[in-house]
């Protein structure tokens, strides 16, 4: 299936998101502008943004706040991959030339801060208190998730547990905020919105899930990065994880996860293995499950169309290969 | 002049602030929690908050939006403090190891990017969007007026323009948020609010050339980091722009510069030169001025206390040698 099909009914909608995305980035002096465009006309899906207006449909879908939330949505998360590229010391993001590598990594943090700061500006200019404080408890959550992560000794009888938490902090709840927003904004009763916030929290999670099985089974021009790139930074996913619990004695992970042996011909080597092992399948399997969860509660929402998107879009994330 | 005696008449607020900073950062999870108490409990004097309590005496003084927004105003300095202190490579701040250095880069920049959210937060608790909207906009000032630092070749015919502009920026409108957000959440007139809005902003002026006074004129036991410290950064400030543009010629302060010669004899040397000249007493005067402007129209607000207390802190700021 085509995003761009399922996102139809919001497609003239998100361009507006598009165009506001620019024009925000335009306003401002030269140099931010030409950072602030670099890191916003990234070739993102647009899926943050995208849920929000989608999540404004269940109530009075009003775009004169629905479309600065979706841009902050979108803003925030340039912001978190702008900082993620310093931490990470990736080279490349989608492709492209990471900001840090391209302009220094003064320049990017002080352009991650101000990418906050500017989103945090765009959902209070909707005038709604409750979506300001739904945003800086999302930003709490995001970097406090990352902290969480520093330092920590890879335990096998809580690596599942941890990387389902670090993946909710770090994904899925910006994914909430987007479907929480939209439903805020356009007025739903806290029953809607409890049930978009509980899609957009498990599609999220699938989201994520499916980035990290992609990581091994995708190739470097689809991913825009090498394949096993997140082994190569020293992070443990969902692949690796469900590998090691099944081969606890495994000398070829450890190696790359204790004892940091992380050239390319090993990391290959890894990729191979776990691709070639039954986990893949596994891992698809948790993805589908939460997609599962996400739809669970959607029949209670009158709008048809809104649920037919939701549900194809849910589809989508665990089918994806890119 | 003491500073606890021109804080007299908010000191016991001051002290719930105090608390709640504590209280606020113990509530996190243990790692962060400590990063929090680290950075906040550093021993600054507390001006910003402090200026929150006082303007917020010019209305309907109440603490349950002062003390949250005066902990905001403290957090987000902080939140600036951590990561300017990875980009100027900062060994020291106020004597104790910065915090980049005691954990790292990675960990430095997520907690930055925590205070930011947790500031924007307690902002937000305060129910009033007004002040959110101050928030976010002196954080994009903040990191805006970093960016436009970067890569700049220093054009004498500029670069005093450019000075105060930064510190405006850097500065001065932290100082505008503090005295702004106390008025505005004690109901005060829109005239007291911007009479209050310019009291911060020169204040905060002043109070940023005496800083840069003092890395010439202080010590390393009282400034907690050695004597031109901004220079061996690179960053040129009031004496040393005063300076070069009384001396257009000197070969000294070019190898700082423009060669980038750093070492601790050159600084040194550059900060007696400095010295020895009679700007400081130029820059005094800058400092002293910018208090007058500040002080101008206080005399139309009501409350006498408050007044006095205002015009003992800009004497405070200008006379200050720590």
């Given at each position: 299936?085509n995003?761009?099909?399922?996102?139809?009914?919001?497609?003239?909608d998100?361009?507006?998101?598009?165009?506001?995305?620019?024009?925000?980035?335009?306003?401002?002096?030269p140099?931010?502008a030409e950072?602030?465009?670099?890191a916003?006309?990234?070739?993102?899906?647009r899926?943050?943004?995208?849920?929000?207006?989608i999540?404004?449909?269940?109530g009075?879908?009003?775009?004169?706040?629905?479309?600065?939330?979706a841009a902050?949505?979108?803003?925030?998360?340039?912001a978190?991959?702008?900082h993620?590229?310093?931490?990470?010391?990736?080279?490349?993001?989608?492709?492209?030339?990471?900001?840090h590598?391209?302009w220094?990594e003064?320049?990017?943090?002080?352009?991650?801060?101000?990418?906050f700061a500017?989103?945090?500006?765009?959902?209070?200019?909707?005038?709604?208190?409750?979506?300001?404080?739904v945003?800086t408890q999302?930003?709490m959550?995001?970097?406090?998730?990352?902290?969480?992560?520093?330092g920590?000794?890879?335990?096998l009888?809580e690596?599942?547990?941890?990387?389902?938490?670090?993946?909710?902090?770090?994904?899925?709840?910006?994914?909430?905020?987007?479907?929480?927003?939209?439903?805020?904004?356009?007025?739903?009763?806290?029953?809607v919105?409890?049930?978009?916030?509980?899609?957009?929290?498990?599609?999220?999670?699938?989201?994520?899930?499916?980035?990290?099985?992609?990581?091994?089974?995708s190739?470097?021009?689809t991913?825009?990065?090498?394949?096993?790139?997140?082994l190569?930074e020293?992070?443990?996913?969902?692949?690796?994880?469900m590998?090691?619990?099944?081969?606890?004695?495994?000398?070829?992970?450890?190696?790359?996860?204790?004892?940091?042996?992380?050239?390319?011909?090993?990391?290959?080597e890894?990729?191979k293995v776990?691709?070639?092992?039954?986990?893949?399948e596994d891992?698809?399997?948790?993805?589908a499950?939460?997609?599962?969860r996400a739809?669970?509660?959607?029949?209670k929402?009158?709008?048809?169309?809104?649920?037919?998107?939701?549900?194809?879009l849910?589809?989508?994330?665990?089918n994806?290969?890119?």
């Amino acid at each position: 299936v085509n995003i761009a099909e399922i996102f139809q009914p919001i497609n003239a909608d998100l361009k507006k998101v598009e165009e506001y995305l620019k024009n925000t980035a335009d306003a401002e002096m030269p140099l931010v502008a030409e950072l602030l465009n670099y890191a916003i006309q990234s070739g993102g899906k647009r899926l943050r943004p995208a849920l929000t207006l989608i999540c404004g449909q269940a109530g009075t879908y009003n775009l004169d706040t629905l479309v600065p939330m979706a841009a902050a949505t979108e803003i925030l998360h340039g912001a978190t991959l702008v900082h993620d590229d310093i931490i990470d010391h990736s080279e490349l993001r989608r492709g492209k030339q990471a900001i840090h590598r391209k302009w220094g990594e003064s320049t990017a943090l002080l352009l991650g801060d101000f990418m906050f700061a500017k989103s945090g500006a765009l959902a209070a200019s909707t005038g709604n208190l409750r979506v300001v404080t739904v945003f800086t408890q999302t930003l709490m959550t995001i970097s406090s998730g990352e902290l969480g992560q520093i330092g920590i000794d890879y335990d096998l009888s809580e690596v599942l547990d941890r990387y389902f938490r670090w993946i909710d902090a770090k994904t899925a709840s910006l994914f909430t905020m987007a479907t929480e927003c939209g439903a805020v904004l356009s007025g739903c009763t806290e029953e809607v919105i409890t049930i978009l916030k509980e899609y957009g929290h498990n599609l999220g999670m699938a989201f994520q899930v499916v980035d990290d099985i992609l990581d091994f089974t995708s190739d470097e021009s689809t991913l825009g990065k090498p394949v096993g790139s997140d082994l190569s930074e020293g992070t443990v996913r969902l692949p690796t994880i469900m590998y090691v619990l099944a081969h606890p004695g495994d000398r070829l992970i450890r190696s790359i996860v204790k004892d940091k042996k992380r050239d390319r011909s090993t990391i290959r080597e890894v990729v191979k293995v776990i691709k070639g092992s039954g986990v893949i399948e596994d891992c698809y399997k948790t993805a589908a499950d939460y997609c599962i969860r996400a739809c669970r509660d959607l029949n209670k929402i009158d709008n048809a169309t809104m649920r037919k998107t939701l549900h194809n879009l849910a589809d989508y994330v665990t089918n994806r290969n890119t």
